[in-house]
């Protein structure tokens, strides 16, 4: 298991940029594929971003796809997530998670989450 802290979330205007950090616990981190998903009220939880083990790969939604960027920093046991031109329909509350083996996109094959941290887009 793998204990995730999301951070960075808060306030921002349509066309501004936020910073999300997530922090893991443990000394396996670098085993782990990590990713970011978003759930609006009302809504299924959606897929984001996800990242390979050693950061050498990455995966975005489209609807994300040339606005967002993921990073990873073994050293530090932290995930990013780098949300530029944002607009209203990207609030929600934002999730990081691991896995060690599945799907880089489907919720359900993810094994440890966070508690979220909510993001709020104004227009």
């Known amino acids: 298991q793998v204990r995730l802290v999301e951070s960075g979330g808060g306030l921002v205007q349509a066309g501004g940029s936020l910073r999300l950090s997530c922090a893991a616990s443990?000394?396996?981190?670098?085993?782990?594929?990590m990713g970011w998903f978003r759930q609006a009220p009302g809504k299924e939880r959606e897929f984001v971003a996800a990242i390979s083990r050693s950061g050498g790969n990455t995966y975005y939604a489209d609807s994300v796809q040339g606005r967002f960027a993921i990073s990873r920093d073994n050293t530090k046991n932290t995930v990013y997530l780098q949300m530029n031109s944002l607009k209203p329909e990207d609030t929600a509350v934002y999730y990081c998670a691991a896995r060690f083996r599945g799907s880089y996109t489907l919720p359900d094959e993810y094994d440890d989450w966070g508690q979220g941290t909510q993001v709020t887009v104004s227009s």
């Open positions: 443990g000394r396996t981190f670098s085993s782990y594929v």
